[in-house]
Nanobody
Framework: QVQLVASGGGLVQVGGSLRLSCAAS????????MGWFRQAPGKEREFVAAISVEASTRYADAVKGRFTISRENAKNMVYLQMNSLKPEDTAVYYCAASKIPGPTSRIQEYDYWGQGTQVTVSS
């Protein structure tokens, strides 16, 4: 089992940057696919980015070229570097872990979820 704690959210102006962090418990972190999702008010939770055990990555079209997901297995950490932020990036961001190997975007394939961290981009 994996427990996840997301942090790093905050208020930033349009065009600014933030780095989200997700700390994972458990000795088998390196065997999990990790993902980031987000949920804006009144909208469904949506896929943002994922990184596989082999560090293959996948991104939603809306964030390609602006966001970068990475992982540091020795520290049980996964990160989401967010650059050139837009107002439409405002949401609660969640990290998640999956037992499947590939960098999937399917929310139902993630088994464990963190509590979320708020990102607000002001115009």
């Amino acid at each position: 089992q994996v427990q996840l704690v997301a942090s790093g959210g905050g208020l930033v102006q349009v065009g600014g940057s933030l780095r989200l962090s997700c700390a994972a418990s458990g000795r088998t972190f390196s065997s999990y696919l990790m993902g980031w999702f987000r949920q804006a008010p009144g909208k469904e939770r949506e896929f943002v980015a994922a990184i596989s055990v082999e560090a293959s990555t996948r991104y939603a079209d809306a964030v390609k070229g602006r966001f970068t997901i990475s992982r540091e297995n020795a520290k049980n950490m996964v990160y989401l570097q967010m650059n050139s932020l837009k107002p439409e990036d405002t949401a609660v961001y969640y990290c998640a872990a999956s037992k499947i190997p590939g960098p999937t975007s399917r929310i139902q394939e993630y088994d464990y979820w963190g509590q979320g961290t708020q990102v607000t981009v002001s115009s």
